[in-house]
């Protein structure tokens, strides 16, 4: 008879193999289904690989998909460090974009161009905050789901957002086509070496928050509450306040990339600007163990994946739903594989249970 | 931690080598063929408004037979970074002329214009274009709506037509209007009712619609949206629908009329040949019925008797140019006179369009 036990303790080794494990897994089903619709797997994975990385052109197309990602899988590792499942990344990027929009549309003229865009991202990165606020609050006052919460706030923000593009933020010179107005210049992001200058911040922001987590005492007491709350509640922590300062950040970087997305990329605020950047985050997040030097690098790996798959859509004519399909499979192997890092699975066990 | 920069090492160099074969595998041809790239709003297999687009550079790569390669990326949001990044990959892939075609692709489009001057764009339903590689294209949609509403008009036992409309801005405010003055023309009890959808493309929003306005009593159903849903849900109720963009008798073949169509490939056809000739240059055209890449489809045994005929009359003084869509008097839904007796708008004047007409239910949000 099959037995499932727990595993005592992982190795760090044995949890990064697992992981590894299922990621090649991964591949291989995606390229299973791929070999189905007709195409030549290594081809389209090699073609990907090719078509996010072969040229300066595409390196810098790949670049611009990961720093969205970087950010908000920033913003999620540290509400994740503490076990705090901010699904809401999705919604708390919206919230911030809208906030900078605000400035953008009504304060452009009134201040210079870094001024306006710093504006732009302090209110960016508290409206951001304020989302993932709520459902902190709710968490320690009520003890609400928080799972639940973060996720249902991303359509409340999906729908506030909607309703300005299609209402009383509609742009009169559009023929009645439901867009908000374009940024003027002096709200649009500058670029560095034909980047946007987002990709500085990005990296500023992984050593920032490396230096937060590991070296400091709030990112300690992050942790502390994340592996155990009773020790934290023993060693006299403010819980509360940890886990309310903590959403605060973790919604407040989301809420930046939505300000980046909308001053440098969009031009504009729009439905659609999130990209589900959100949910990609939660897998790039999750891959690089809430380490912040490897998000840098999951990060990266998921943009190629992006790139990639709208390259190959064009180049090999396949469907746009197989990058989509890949994504899915990365993300069912590795949460899947979460189970294999915590148990194992074995014949008959001697333990008398 | 030195296994894991081994890894890391072996991917860099295993996918190292696949770049290699990847460059070393395209081969040097002689002739390079034209490539025209095609960014689309919607699926493909949409049934409609992208299929009759994808239609279009078919029949454009079969004309050519060769000597242009057409490449396209489907379901493209409306956002710029979706489609700087679709035409971005198009280029890079050798694209030397790009259609955009929905209308919120239009700003990406002007600023990849000046992105790269050696690329030729044309944008469709849009209004912004340039001197030098920019251009759009539209047509008189107006003609063909005008006599569906006459096929609608005639039909209608109930007077009352349903109509499931995607966004309220001028393009479709156009549509609406020529379509109720063409039921009217036939029937002077018949109203529209509108429903917006704020979507292109939404199979199950369109159903909803349709089916809301069946519960209204409306018994003939016509749509500016993307999709079959609304021509399905008539077919389910056992009444009528006249379709848009493309031939969808097959997926409701009792109810389905008839569809006002773009022939989108006489026009990609056209430009192509300028691009290849070298004689191209910006132009926002305007395509008609007289010049066939505007069309009502052939009426369907479902439609009502005699409606051919009246439609074939009506077309006739269409192409002839003597029979102005939008001539006055014209009414707006409170019952202002917007065009006086006797004028006939022009097509500026159509395009500043911002009511709806007498008759038609449902507001502008």
């Not at chain 1, 500058?190 to 400091?216: D, K």
């Not at chain 2, 931690?1 to 074969?21: E, N, P, Q, R, Y």
């Not at chain 2, 030729?120 to 339903?125: G, R, W, Y």
């Not at chain 2, 300028?274 to 007289?290: L, Q």
């Amino acid at each position: 008879m099959l037995r499932i036990i727990k595993r005592e303790d992982v190795s760090k080794r044995q949890s990064i193999l697992i992981r590894f494990i299922a990621i090649l897994l991964s591949l291989v089903f995606s390229g299973v289904f791929i070999f189905i619709l007709g195409f030549n797997p290594i081809e389209v994975f090699g073609n990907m690989v090719i078509g996010a990385l072969g040229t300066e052109m595409r390196i810098k197309e790949t670049i611009i998909k990961a720093i969205p990602l970087i950010i908000t899988s920033l913003g999620i590792l540290v509400a994740f460090k503490m076990k705090f499942w901010n699904i809401g990344g999705e919604g708390q990027i919206i919230m911030g974009a809208f906030a900078a929009t605000y400035i953008a549309l009504n304060y452009s003229d009134n201040f210079s161009r870094p001024v306006v865009l710093i504006l732009m991202m302090l209110a960016a990165m508290i409206t951001g905050g304020i989302w993932a606020f709520i459902p902190a609050f709710f968490k320690v006052k009520f003890g609400t789901n928080e799972t639940i919460f973060t996720l249902m706030m991303n359509y409340i923000a999906l729908k506030w957002v909607t309703y300005l593009q299609y209402g009383p933020w509609k742009d009169p010179n559009s023929q009645g086509f439901p867009k908000v107005a374009n940024f003027e210049v002096n709200a649009i992001l500058p670029s560095v070496f034909g980047i946007h200058i987002g990709w500085i911040i990005a990296i500023v922001l992984t050593i920032i928050i490396a230096i937060f987590m590991n070296y400091t005492k709030k990112g300690y007491e992050i942790t502390v509450v994340g592996e155990s709350i009773d020790t934290a509640k023993y060693a006299g922590m403010n819980i509360k306040m940890i886990v309310i300062t903590a959403m605060l950040i973790s919604g407040g970087l989301c809420g930046l990339t939505g300000m980046i997305q909308a001053s440098a990329i969009e031009k504009t605020l729009t439905v659609s600007l999130s990209g589900g950047y959100g949910f990609t985050a939660i897998i790039t997040t999750w891959l690089s163990n809430l380490k912040a030097p490897f998000v840098l690098m999951t990060s990266l790996a998921f943009a190629v994946l992006l790139q990639g798959g709208s390259y190959i859509q064009i180049a090999m004519q396949v469907p746009s739903s197989v990058a989509d399909m890949i994504q899915g499979m990365i993300l069912f192997f590795v949460l899947g594989s979460e189970f294999f890092i915590r148990y194992t699975i074995g014949l008959k066990s001697k333990e008398v249970a | 931690m030195k296994k894991i920069l081994a890894v890391l090492l072996i991917l860099v160099l295993v996918l190292g080598t696949f770049t290699a074969c990847g460059g070393a595998k395209e081969p040097a041809k002689a002739a390079e063929p034209l490539t025209v790239g095609f960014i689309y709003v919607g699926p493909i297999g949409d049934g409609g408004f992208t299929y009759a687009h994808d239609q279009g550079r078919i029949y454009l790569e079969d004309y050519f037979k060769g000597a242009v390669k057409t490449i396209y990326q489907e379901s493209v949001p409306e956002t710029m970074q979706d489609v700087t990044n679709a035409a971005k990959n198009m280029i890079d892939q050798g694209a030397k002329v790009i259609f955009t075609t929905s209308f919120g692709f239009m700003d990406a489009t002007e600023a990849l214009a000046t992105q790269y001057p050696d690329v030729i764009f044309m944008h469709f339903s849009g209004f912004k274009m340039n001197e030098t590689n920019f251009g759009n294209y539209f047509g008189a949609m107006e003609e063909a709506r005008y006599l569906s509403g006459i096929v609608a008009g005639m039909k209608t036992k109930t007077n009352k037509i349903g109509y499931v409309a995607a966004f309220p801005y001028t393009e479709l405010l156009i549509g609406i209007n020529a379509f109720t003055l063409g039921a009217q023309s036939v029937n002077k009890d018949a109203t529209v009712s509108v429903v917006w959808t704020n979507s292109w493309f939404d199979p199950a929003k369109e159903k909803d619609a349709a089916t809301a306005l069946l519960d209204q009593g409306c018994d003939v159903l016509a749509q500016h949206v993307d999709t079959t849903g609304p021509q399905i849900a008539a077919e389910e109720r056992g009444v009528w629908a006249i379709g848009y963009n493309s031939d969808s008798s097959a997926a409701a073949p009792n109810a389905f009329m008839t569809a006002p169509v773009w022939n989108h490939g006489i026009y990609y056809v056209a430009q192509i040949q300028k691009v290849i000739d070298g004689t191209w240059k910006p132009e926002s055209y305007y395509g008609t019925m007289a010049d066939g890449y505007i069309g009502l489809l052939p009426l369907t045994a479902v439609a009502p008797e005699g409606a051919q005929a009246k439609v074939d009359e009506i077309q006739a003084k269409i192409v002839a140019g003597t029979f102005p869509i939008f001539t006055g008097p014209i009414f707006d839904q409170t019952g202002k006179e917007v065009v006086p007796a006797g004028k006939s708008l022009t097509r500026e004047e159509i395009w500043k369009m911002d009511y709806l007409v007498k008759g038609v239910q449902g507001s502008l949000k």
